[in-house]
């Protein structure tokens, strides 16, 4: 660059001197000499110019072009794009294995909730198994009711038709006489004791006409309990029956009339008789609590009982699910399988107890029917008008 420089001064000095310098008159050297010289100096210039501009120009294009260069602009940038770029790399390449590691850590979490899910849905809870439990007892109870019903009206038909063997089928006074003896053996009062018809009050005085015999527990468990219960019902439809009809008074007219009245009133007795013995039968001790059941008669503040009746077992089983703590607690954490079975386990209960409503409402059917019938029959007696027996031609 120094050189250039130099040459380009030293020809424009010439220049300068050679245009102003005087021309002396007779100069040896014409002015084809000059221009000729000048257009040398311009031609060296010119190439001097253009090797300077070449030069300039690669030196600029390596400084800031020239990849090879590795101090060039574009080395330097590329560099630095080259390194954000692996940075960007690196951070997408650490994102994608953290939402992988993510997306594996929450799959195995999913699925370990999923079998753990399966696991209480297919788990039997511990209330569920106390329930079952229940529902047996009450089953079996249910079928021990029935059958002390069937015994009780084996026992309570005959008297109520002054069957052969019975008190009354010997008459009335027999009947009342020995309704006497009964009150006065197993319920005598202190009233009874003070008429000198007995000599000491019995446990249960009077018990054969209070309700509380038949409706104050809902097990009868006191001793001679069953048969106070027992005597109530009679004493509450039939205490006496009347004398059975014999002999003539059956082959007479008036007599088979009378016979057709007796049966009526036979069938009206047994189903009353039925009605209240279908309830005491349901609280007759007739099945084995289990430690459950006793538990919650605890909690109750009642005295547990070894054995129970039909009643109590299922007041149990409704009771324990309205105020039982440990129910109610193990309801919060049941999972929705075991919820899902408790409200079957009420549904199936309220069904079955609405089948045993079903069958006392067909008894109460059956005595609203049997009333009906009752007055309309006194009410056709009471309108009917006596009128002479018709002449039948042979």
């Known amino acids: ?23 002396p008159a007779h100069a040896i050297i014409g002015e084809a000499a000059v221009v000729a010289a000048i257009k ?29 260069n590795p101090n060039s602009v574009s080395a330097l940038l590329t560099a630095g ?8 790399k690196a951070q997408v390449g650490a994102q994608s294995h953290l939402i992988d590691a993510q997306d594996s850590a929450m799959a195995a979490f999913l699925r370990r909730q999923q079998e753990t899910q399966i696991r209480d849905d297919h788990m039997m809870n511990p209330e569920f198994c106390a329930g079952l439990d229940a529902q047996q007892s009450t089953l079996a109870a249910s079928k021990a009711a029935r059958t002390a019903v069937n015994a009780v009206a084996v026992i309570s038909d005959p008297r109520g038709e002054a069957g052969q063997g019975t008190p ?30 007995c000599t000491s009050v019995s446990t249960l005085p009077n018990a054969d006409q209070r309700a509380n015999s038949l409706f104050g527990v809902d097990t009868f468990t006191a001793t001679g309990a069953v048969d106070a219960a027992n005597d109530y019902t009679t004493t509450l439809i039939q205490p006496v029956a009347p004398a059975a009809l014999r002999g003539e008074q059956l082959s007479s007219v008036a007599g088979k009339d009378a016979a057709a009245r007796r049966r009526a009133y036979n069938a009206r007795m047994s189903l009353s008789r039925w009605i209240m013995s279908f309830i005491f039968s349901l609280e007759v001790p007739s099945v084995t609590l289990t430690s459950d059941q006793k538990a919650e008669m605890t909690a109750e503040g009642l005295t547990p009982l070894d054995k129970a009746s039909w009643l109590q077992a299922m007041s149990l089983e409704v009771n324990r699910r309205v105020s039982s703590v440990t129910w109610n607690a193990a309801l919060q954490t049941m999972p929705q399988a075991s919820v899902m079975r408790e409200i079957a386990t009420e549904l199936a209960q309220s069904n079955y107890l609405a089948m045993q409503n079903y069958r006392l409402n067909l008894l109460n059917a059956s005595a609203s029917a049997t009333r009906v019938a009752q007055q309309e029959e006194a009410a056709f007696k009471s309108g009917a008008t006596a009128l002479p027996s018709p002449t039948i031609n042979p």
Do not use: W
């Open 81 to 88: 794009f080259t390194q954000s770029t692996n940075y960007a």
């Open 1 to 23: 660059m120094r050189t250039y420089k130099t040459v380009l001064i030293a020809g424009a000095t010439c220049i300068t001197v050679m245009a102003f310098t005087p021309r």
């Open 168 to 197: 009354s089928y010997y008459g009335r006074s027999q009947g009342v006489d020995a309704n006497m003896s009964l009150h006065l053996q197993r319920y005598c009062s202190a009233d009874d004791v003070a008429q000198g018809l």
């Open 40 to 68: 040398v100096l311009q031609s060296f210039t010119g190439d001097a110019l253009s090797s300077m501009t070449k030069s300039l120009t690669s030196s600029i294009e390596s400084n800031l072009t020239d990849l090879s």
